[in-house]
């Protein structure tokens, strides 16, 4: 029987549908038993399963104020504001709430487009940076050219698919050539599309350029913020300071419906004495809020940044084994708890290897050709932070079994 409700991404036709029952910690619950989720739903369970600290501050907060005003200024949303500015480099002192991370990245571009006057974007090919349709006409994989035309202005490069760019970057170049480009819009790692890891000397070439010309930097830290690559954002690891930061999934640790746009004050200032031209009914929905908020508390108190990153080491030594054990392995990349495996597998192998995982009880990203824009699929791994040593080789050897299940 077919659904009453649309399946994303995909012909409706056979579709199927996933019945979870609840979870807690590195699982979820299905009718039939528990998965180890290797794969964070969608990349947003940083906190993992069931927190009973997240799931009751919402319900506090649904008793306490449940809809506000987009103007209104409440204990929680000021309270989110400043959590979110600590957290960011120094200079950054305005936040735009949202309603995830592809409304996050719309409305960047519209903040950018305001404050430059130009309508151009550069990004990358190897990129995914929503679904709305300036997010999606920003992205480089198959999900931008399936509803094209999209939003005009949006120009890609092949930074990170091409091992021959100077500095692996062609942006300081493509802003020499195109004239109005207002902002470059990078994932400081890229996730969906296969984590792909920028090179030394990458971002410094970047934001070299954008300040030349005049465009914005802005980091789309929707898949990497949070913790998920052992620092709270991830381009803290190339030491680089972005003119604005776009936010969604574990902001808020899959619990609750909210996104962000962190905003530098040489952006902020610009809107003292002009229209902020943006906004929206559910602004800064108090549920979302405060979501968001305790979550960040979590973060912090549950030390899962720190645990992200201590665990890179072990996860690392598993893939090393893998790729030894087996044979379609044909390498992997990683940063915290996020990790690109290669396969070298037939397309037609990808299907039957997502029902191998699922049969061994457990969730992880499978990708094909369309995602990763070449032959062979890979695999992604974004865990909860919470997860243990013992649980990610426990996933890693289920990963072995349902690889050479389906050689």
Known sequence: MSSPFFV???AQRGAKTVQITGGEGAYFET????????GGLIYQMNAGHG????????????????????????????????????????????????????????????????????YKTISRYRSYHGATLGAVSMTGDWRRAAVEPGVVGAVHVTDLDDPNLPSGTQIPRVLELEQNVGAVFLEPV???????????????????????????????EV???????????????????????????????????????????????????????????????PLGVAAALEAMRVYDDEGLVERAAAL?????????????????????????????VDLDLAVSKLEPLSAALWRRGVHVH????????REGGALVLSPPLCISEAELAEGVRAIKDALKEIE
């Open 8 to 10: 994303t991404w995909r």
């Open 31 to 38: 009718p039939e038993g528990a998965v180890l989720d290797l």
């Open 51 to 118: 927190h009973r600290r997240i799931i009751n501050a919402v319900k506090a907060q649904a008793d306490r104020l449940c809809v506000s005003l987009p103007s209104a200024d409440y204990p929680e949303k000021h309270a989110l504001a400043e959590a979110l500015l600590a957290k960011a480099p120094t200079g950054f002192s305005k936040v735009f709430f949202c309603l995830g991370g592809s409304d996050a990245n719309e409305n960047a571009m519209k903040i950018a487009r305001l404050f430059t006057g130009r």
């Open 190 to 220: 890229v996730g969906a599309n296969g984590v792909l890891i920028p090179p030394d000397g990458y971002f410094a070439a970047v934001r070299s350029a954008c300040d030349e010309h005049g465009a914005l930097l802005i980091c789309d």
């Open 223 to 285: 898949l990497t913020g949070f913790g998920r690559t052992g620092r709270f954002f991830a381009f803290e690891h190339f030491d680089v300071v972005p003119d604005m930061i776009t936010c969604g999934k574990a902001l808020t640790a899959g619990y609750g419906v909210l996104g962000a746009v962190l905003v530098h004050e040489r952006v902020a200032t610009h809107f003292d004495d002009h229209v902020l031209a943006t906004g929206l009914t559910h602004y800064a929905h």
């Open 312 to 340: 890179e080491g072990p996860l690392s030594r598993m893939l090393v084994a893998l790729e030894q054990d087996v044979d379609c392995v044909t390498g992997h990349r990683l940063v915290g708890l996020l990790a690109g």
């Open 366 to 373: 499978v990708k094909g050709p369309k995602q990763l824009r």
